[in-house]
């Protein structure tokens, strides 16, 4: 009988042994995220708007100006974040704007936009060094805001 | 006339006793003596009517006994438990045995390709992605600048009916996203 027993699962333990192995890998996938978060103004005029921003750096500004008809883009705000692993997190980009980030399973995040303490938009996605998002719109005077999300590290 | 040891040669022919070279004999003396064919016609009669009509005797069972045998026929059905260690050491032997070297090799070598293959291949939910814009005033459209590595949401107002013309690149990419708007 017990001959019989571990004739018929040979090849089954071969595979559970292999994926015992690779288990501690494939569950080390909860991470603490580290962010960068811009808040970015898109116009067509060469002068800051407000003396406080400054000129947004070239690598950033050049995929801006491939993607948007805007020709300039200064930095409003930039902080770095910090979201811990199956948290929320909520960062203040500007005076009327706020963005709450939430790690979920997977590389997902979640991010829910608000404007004026009102809910604009929540989407989720997954983030990867690889892949920035970006949520943006139109304003007044042919100008635009950006909120851009960077992943700098998983850890 | 037959003698006696003739008739209890039949008798032992009828019972199955004899051996194949004395069965002969006695199946030699049936045919051809009408006297020990009506012998033999008898005796088999009677074994046939003793064999099928014997009341049979069942001996009662006693609950211990009842008890007793479904005790074991349950032992018998559940496999015999294996000591860990035993388990353990098997195991080894198994992925160490020359015999299985085809599939370790190949479980092996799938298991080291898939963890060096999970963080460049992308797994479908880095492709999929849920946009929610709950407020009536403002709506939004999704798309994926590929060569500049972005992903962009643009939300605009709807009055002014809006967003287009703001970017330079075509909304690609939108049909493998799930938009909830």
Known sequence: MKKRVFKYCRFFQVFLIAIALMLPAICAKAANLKLEIYLVWGSNEEKLPDPKYKKLNEDLAKKLQKIFKWKHYFQINKQNAE????????????????????????????????????????????????????????????????????????? | MMTLEQQLKIQAYVDGELSRAEAKKVEALIAADPEA????????????????????FKMPVSQELFWNRIYEQIKQSEPEPIPVLDYLKYLVGVVFSRKNWVPVTATFIASVGIFLLKDVIKPIEDYLVVVETPSDEVGSYSFRAQSEKMFVLWIYNKENVGGEGATKVEPTNIEDEILMQ
Not at chain 1, 96 to 103: A, G, S
Not at chain 1, 135 to 150: P, R, S
Request: charge should be negative; include cysteine.
């Open chain 1, 83 to 155: 979201v811990p692993s199956r948290a929320t997190k909520r960062f203040k980009v500007s005076d009327k704007c706020d963005v709450e980030i939430t790690e979920m399973p997977g590389p997902q995040v979640e991010v829910k936009l608000y404007g004026e303490g009102k809910l604009i938009n929540r989407t989720i996605k997954a983030l990867t060094k690889d892949e920035m998002l970006t949520i943006a719109g139109e304003d007044k005077n042919e100008t635009a805001w950006f909120v851009i999300i960077k992943l700098l590290q998983e850890n």
């Open chain 2, 37 to 56: 064919r009506g012998l033999y016609e008898e005796l088999k009669f009677a074994a046939t009517v003793l064999r099928e009509h014997e009341p049979e």
